[in-house]
């Protein structure tokens, strides 16, 4: 009852006859004391011109270094992309290409400039990617026909030599201690071993130990092997051998030969025992075919 009076005494609905009783209650004279404590309290002045001057200068402050850490981030964001790029530049310029033929297998592709290289069976080639447009220059393992797209000078080297040129088609072999080199176009330089030869279209050089041991001149367009067939002037039976190996992908056994006799002459790659008896047949030998141990080339 008293709680219902004292909220119309707050609410000044309370009639004289209710605030007499109110005024004998426990809970008005808790209410007198409570009220006399708290007259006395002050509450802090409100500056609302100083608060909107607080409140806008750290706004700005707040921009600021938002303003900072967003110049901050797209600043590494940069940086990153910078570093990216400069590692994808020193890998490509720093990148080697490496191309091969495996057995019984030729293989054609294009040079950065568009020139054309075949590799005949078990052959390869390597070059730089990101310095080929400043210096054409790759390495050869085994043989290649060469179409070059004319520019700067264009050099292929091997463990015997070196041939350059222009522009211009030709074919360099290079296996053991053979180097031969047939110029179909234009103009090609050999040189090796402290010498320099110069060969013109139509005319090829065979090179072996370090020696010229025949030039010659050349008919055709392009070598023979780019037509399944290999072809040889002189070469040593050990070397006609290993060419067949690697046209045919077999193994092949020399039994009581001479390996160093000489053949002229050519074998296909599309028949193995016509391959075979084209070169035994003129150097007197004889081959059997075993499928579980292999060819063998035999004498009587």
Sequence with gaps: MSEKLLHKFLNHEITEAELETLKASDEYRDYIKIASHTADLQTPGFDSERLWSELTEKKKTTEKKTVKVFQYRSLMKYAAVFVLLLAGYFYVTNLDATVSAGLAEKRSFNLPDDSEVVLNAGSKVNYNIGSWNKERVLSLEG????????????????????????????????????????????????????????????????????????????????????????????????????????????????????????????FTHKDLEAALKTVCVPLQLKYTIDKQRGITIYGD
């Excluded at 292929?156 to 201690?177: A, D, H, M, W, Y």
């Excluded at 050089?205 to 008919?219: F, L, P, T």
């Excluded at 190996?245 to 002229?264: A, C, H, P, W």
């Design 143 to 266: 043989e290649a026909f060469f179409d070059v797209a004319k520019g700067k000078k264009f050099d292929v080297e091997t463990t015997q030599g070196i041939v350059s040129v222009l522009g211009t088609q030709f074919n360099v072999q290079s296996r053991n201690n053979h180097f031969h080199v047939s110029c179909y176009e234009g103009l090609v330089r050999v040189s090796f071993n402290g010498e320099d030869i110069q060969l013109p279209a139509g005319n090829s050089v065979i090179i072996e130990d370090g020696n010229i041991v025949a030039r010659q001149e050349i008919s055709g367009t392009q070598p023979g092997w780019m037509f399944d067939e290999s072809t040889f002037e002189n070469m040593t039976l050990e070397n006609v051998v290993a060419e067949m190996e690697r046209q045919y992908g077999v193994d092949i056994t020399l039994d009581n030969v001479d390996e160093k006799m000489r053949f002229s002459g050519a």
